[in-house]
C-alpha cells in the first residue's frame, strides 16, 4: 500500500465513523456557492480541521467543512471551500479531498469556481459550463510514484469533462432560463491577477475564463474514474482595453449573484445525471 493510499484510508474511516451514508455526487463548492450547501439535508457538516490529512482553507470566503446529507434526495458530499495551491499546499495536498471522495464510492464530481471572463462575450455573474481547460499550474498533483489501485499511470484527458452530463447541464438551464455556454476553463497558479498582455495571451490560447483553482482536482478526478462536471462563475471581466483593479468586495456580490443561479441549477441536475 502506497503512503498516499494509506491516508486516504485513513481520513475515510474518520468520517465514515461521524456518518454512515454513501454519496453518490461529490461536490467542491468555490466562491459564492453557500446557498447550494444550505439546500443539502446535513446530516452532519465536518471541520476539515478534524479530518485527518485534510489541509485548512486559509481563505475567508470558505467555511472550510464537509457536508454530508442529501440533496434532492441523492446523498452526497460537498466541501464548503477548497485548497489552492497559492495558498501553500502541494497539488497532492489541494486534491487529497477527491481522492477521500472516491474512496467514500463517489462516482460523480461535480466542481465549481469563481472565474474571470476573458471572453468579452461573457458578463458578470454569468455561469459558463467547463466542457475543456488548459493547465498552466506549475506542478501537476499525478506527478511521482503512480498507485495502480489509485489509478493508470498515464490518464487519458481527451474528455475530461463529461459529455452527457453538460448536455444535461445545457439542457436543464435552457429550462431555467439561464444563460449558461459552455467554454474552456485555464488554471493559473495565483496569487496575483493576470496583466494585461497576460490576459492576451490567454484569449489568444483559446480560454473563456481564468481561474486559480479546479483542474488539479479534474485530473485527480479523471485519474480516479470519476464522471466530472464543472461551473465557472464570471465574477470579474479581465478585458485587457478596459481593465480595471478588481476590488475584493465586488468579487463576493458577484459571486454571490452567479451561485444563486448555480443554487437553483444544480439540484434540478443531479437527478438527471444519477442513473
Not at 25 to 44: F, K, R, S, Y
Request: with cysteine; aromatic share 4%; charged share 20%.
Amino acid at each position: 500500500m502506497s503512503e498516499l493510499k494509506s491516508r486516504i484510508d485513513q481520513a475515510t474511516a474518520k468520517i465514515s465513523q461521524l456518518w454512515q451514508g454513501e454519496p453518490a455526487v461529490g461536490m467542491i463548492l468555490g466562491t459564492g456557492l453557500g446557498g447550494l450547501a444550505e439546500q443539502i439535508e446535513q446530516d452532519i457538516a465536518i471541520p476539515y480541521s478534524d479530518i485527518p490529512h485534510f489541509p485548512t482553507s486559509t481563505v475567508k470566503s470558505h467555511a472550510g467543512r464537509l457536508v454530508c446529507g442529501r440533496l434532492r434526495g441523492i446523498p452526497v458530499v460537498a466541501m464548503e471551500g477548497r485548497f489552492h495551491y497559492y495558498e501553500g499546499y502541494s497539488l497532492e495536498q489541494v486534491t487529497f479531498p477527491v481522492r477521500v471522495m472516491k474512496a467514500m464510492g463517489v462516482k460523480t464530481l461535480l466542481v465549481t469556481n469563481a472565474a474571470g471572463g476573458i471572453n468579452p462575450q461573457l458578463d458578470l455573474s454569468d455561469v459558463l459550463i467547463i466542457e475543456d481547460h488548459i493547465n498552466l499550474m506549475p506542478e501537476n498533483p499525478l506527478r511521482g510514484p503512480n498507485d495502480e489501485e489509485l489509478g493508470p499511470r498515464f490518464p487519458d484527458m481527451s474528455h475530461p469533462y463529461d459529455r452527457q452530463h453538460m448536455e444535461v447541464a445545457r439542457q436543464v438551464a435552457l429550462e431555467l432560463g439561464i444563460n449558461c455556454p459552455k467554454g474552456v476553463f485555464v488554471a493559473v497558479s495565483g496569487p496575483n491577477l493576470e496583466t494585461r498582455a497576460e490576459y492576451r495571451m490567454l484569449k489568444l490560447m483559446g480560454a473563456d475564463v481564468v481561474g486559480m483553482s479546479t483542474v488539479p482536482e479534474v485530473l485527480v478526478a479523471v485519474h480516479a474514474g470519476l464522471r466530472v462536471l464543472g461551473f465557472s462563475v464570471v465574477t470579474d471581466l479581465c478585458l485587457p482595453d478596459a481593465l480595471e483593479p478588481v476590488e475584493l468586495n465586488k468579487i463576493l456580490e458577484v459571486a454571490a449573484l452567479g451561485g444563486a443561479k448555480l443554487a437553483r441549477l444544480i439540484p434540478e441536475i443531479l437527478p438527471r445525471i444519477i442513473l
